[in-house]
């Protein structure tokens, strides 16, 4: 079965340090791969979304980047955090071709201070 | 125009009674749309989803679709404490290169 691990869990990070949340997606190929956020009682916010190694399209113009170095690997990065980065980072995955269900991982919960 | 519309609620309903959660969307080309449930500090988890007009059931749970007037619903009945949470509906936009789009979701309490 497939399985998505996401981490860290949580992380407390200053204003203008560098991120890297890390993403993985065990027992499927070529899936596509999505990074979310929720901010504090806000709905989710599509971040970036891959459809293949080195693909990326990203939604919100911001300080966030995000990297496709393995097939079943997503990485979000920024290079200096703002405080408005704070909020409840989801990884996702989908079938590639298939019916569009995502599934969510644990999800990291970054709070920039 | 937002792309998906949702109350945020929050909705109370006693325990035993029917929720009736409500989602507007804006593209008249989506055809899938998604019930996720969201406990607070937890990943949202997929409930059911919804492809054609009319009612699907799925135990205690029911999405009902009508393209139409670009509305979809989830009804549970014999609500639980254990269902209050917060209910996203998400829509599949094909015409956006195929994104998952969601509202800000319905938190619901169910009271004992």
């Known amino acids: 079965s497939q399985t998505i691990h996401q981490w860290p869990a949580t992380l407390v990070q200053p204003v203008g340090s560098p991120l890297s949340l890390e993403c993985t997606v065990e027992?499927?190929?070529?899936?596509?791969l999505y990074w979310y956020r929720q901010a504090a009682g806000r709905g989710l916010q599509l971040l970036f979304y891959?459809?293949?190694?080195?693909?990326i399209s990203s939604e919100v113009p911001q300080n966030l980047s995000a990297s496709r170095p393995q097939d079943r690997q997503f990485i979000l990065s920024s290079k200096k955090l703002l405080l408005s980065d704070s909020g409840f980072y989801l990884c996702?995955?989908?079938?590639?071709?298939?019916?569009?269900?995502?599934?969510f991982g644990e999800g990291s919960w970054l709070t920039v201070v | 125009q937002k792309e998906v519309e949702q109350n945020s609620g929050p909705l109370s309903v006693p325990e035993g009674a029917i929720a009736s959660l409500n989602c507007t969307y804006s593209?008249?080309?989506?055809?899938?749309f998604f019930w996720y449930r969201q406990y607070s500090g937890k990943s949202p988890e997929l409930i059911m989803f919804?492809?054609?007009?009319g009612d699907k059931e799925d135990g205690r749970f029911t999405a009902q679709l009508n393209k139409a007037s670009q509305y979809v619903s989830l009804l549970i009945r014999d609500s639980q404490p254990s269902d209050s949470a917060t209910y996203l509906c998400?829509?599949?936009?094909?015409?956006?290169?195929?994104?998952?789009?969601f509202g800000q979701g319905t938190e619901l309490s169910v009271k004992p």
């Open positions: 998400a829509v599949y936009y094909y015409n956006q290169g195929g994104k998952l789009i």
């Open positions: 919804i492809y054609s007009n």
């Open positions: 996702a995955w989908s079938v590639s071709g298939m019916t569009p269900t995502i599934y």
């Open positions: 891959s459809v293949g190694i080195g693909q």
């Open positions: 593209d008249r080309g989506s055809q899938s």
């Open positions: 027992g499927t190929s070529n899936p596509n």
